[in-house]
């Protein structure tokens, strides 16, 4: 028995800290009979799952129930496009303005955005004009800035689609519109690691090279400030990125974040991060920089 509650506490808390998938309130439940079930079978054939094996179940079961509610969830948008009257049509990617990233004086072109914007769906072109991520935001201006800093060798060109009425079936539905039209999947939406560099801050410590961990540990050994050193650390990788933005012309603003740096992280310094969520009924990232 006190097993079988403590699966049911992890469902229950994997279960809250997953409202934004929207599951189905029944989840954690049918989880839990699920497990029951599992045990009992175990215990009348003698045996006893260790709580690490009904872990893994659990888990197992999560994630097989959120694959199934996401296939629900796009087939039920899918048939919400097809039949509903959506106020703002969607329009075709390449019939949006292409604007190139950086005007004549080096800061970031203007978004056209105006108070009447809620949220925008964006896509991001290279040099080559390819497109490598599509994006949704509330403050697509702020997303700009932080796409350039994170990724000033990709950040040439972009498109955006302003929405005024945003909802979540209208923003999912016009980023997989536009993939569709792509006929290929951007590199920075593969749901990986490419993705999470234009995401999120870049960590700098899978990067480290040997002479880099010499110099950390040399601040263990000699109990020097590692916070210290991993900011030394950082600051290679900030300069790699400050020279890629100077041989491009850029006269834009970007400060990153000293605070991140001796954590090994680097990005942009915000005052407050755009939410780049896709919401239900109106378009949410966590301070990265």
Same mark, same amino acid.
């Given at each position: 028995?006190?097993?079988i =509650?403590s *699966?049911?506490?992890v469902?229950c808390?994997y279960?809250?800290s997953t409202s934004?998938f929207? =599951?189905?309130?029944?989840?954690?439940?049918?989880?839990v009979?699920?497990?029951?079930?599992?045990? %009992?079978a175990?215990?009348?054939?003698?045996?006893?799952?260790?709580?690490?094996d009904?872990?893994?179940?659990?888990?197992a079961? =999560?994630?097989?129930k959120?694959?199934?509610y996401?296939a629900?969830?796009k087939?039920?948008?899918s048939?919400?496009?097809?039949n509903?009257?959506?106020?703002? +049509?969607i329009?075709p990617?390449d019939?949006l303005?292409?604007?190139?990233?950086l005007?004549? %004086?080096?800061k970031?072109?203007d978004c056209?955005?105006?108070?009447?914007?809620k949220? /925008?769906?964006?896509?991001?072109y290279?040099?080559? !004009?390819?497109?490598?991520? $599509?994006?949704v935001?509330? +403050? *697509?201006?702020?997303s700009?800035?932080l796409?350039?800093?994170r990724?000033p060798e990709q %950040?040439?060109?972009f498109?955006v689609y302003h929405i /005024?009425?945003?909802?979540?079936?209208l923003?999912?539905?016009t980023?997989?519109t536009?993939?569709?039209?792509?006929?290929y999947?951007p590199?920075?939406?593969?749901n990986?690691p490419?993705q999470?560099l234009w995401?999120?801050?870049l960590?700098?410590?899978?990067?480290?090279? !040997?002479a880099?961990?010499?110099a950390?540990e040399?601040?263990? $050994?000699k109990q020097?400030s590692?916070?210290?050193a991993?900011?030394?650390?950082t600051?290679?990788? !900030?300069?790699?990125? $400050?020279?890629?933005?100077n041989a491009?012309?850029?006269t834009?603003?970007?400060?990153?974040?000293?605070?991140?740096?001796g954590?090994?992280l680097l990005?942009?310094?915000l005052?407050?991060?755009?939410d780049?969520? *896709?919401p239900d009924s109106k378009?949410?990232s966590?301070?990265t /920089?």
């Amino acid at each position: 028995m006190p097993r079988i =509650l403590s *699966v049911a506490f992890v469902c229950c808390c994997y279960h809250a800290s997953t409202s934004a998938f929207f =599951l189905q309130p029944t989840l954690s439940t049918k989880l839990v009979s699920i497990t029951s079930v599992r045990q %009992t079978a175990a215990l009348e054939a003698g045996t006893s799952a260790s709580l690490d094996d009904q872990a893994d179940f659990v888990k197992a079961e =999560l994630a097989r129930k959120k694959q199934e509610y996401d296939a629900s969830l796009k087939a039920r948008i899918s048939a919400s496009v097809a039949n509903a009257d959506v106020a703002d +049509s969607i329009p075709p990617l390449d019939s949006l303005p292409y604007v190139p990233y950086l005007d004549e %004086t080096g800061k970031i072109n203007d978004c056209g955005a105006d108070a009447k914007v809620k949220a /925008s769906v964006y896509a991001l072109y290279d040099e080559s !004009e390819t497109v490598r991520y $599509i994006g949704v935001s509330r +403050s *697509v201006a702020q997303s700009l800035r932080l796409h350039l800093a994170r990724m000033p060798e990709q %950040t040439y060109g972009f498109r955006v689609y302003h929405i /005024s009425k945003p909802t979540r079936v209208l923003l999912e539905i016009t980023r997989d519109t536009w993939v569709d039209q792509l006929g290929y999947q951007p590199q920075g939406n593969d749901n990986g690691p490419n993705q999470q560099l234009w995401e999120s801050a870049l960590d700098v410590k899978p990067l480290m090279n !040997e002479a880099d961990h010499a110099a950390l540990e040399t601040a263990r $050994i000699k109990q020097r400030s590692e916070e210290n050193a991993m900011k030394k650390v950082t600051r290679r990788f !900030e300069e790699a990125k $400050i020279s890629v933005l100077n041989a491009r012309g850029v006269t834009e603003s970007l400060r990153f974040d000293p605070k991140l740096k001796g954590k090994g992280l680097l990005d942009l310094y915000l005052e407050k991060q755009p939410d780049s969520a *896709v919401p239900d009924s109106k378009p949410s990232s966590k301070k990265t /920089s």
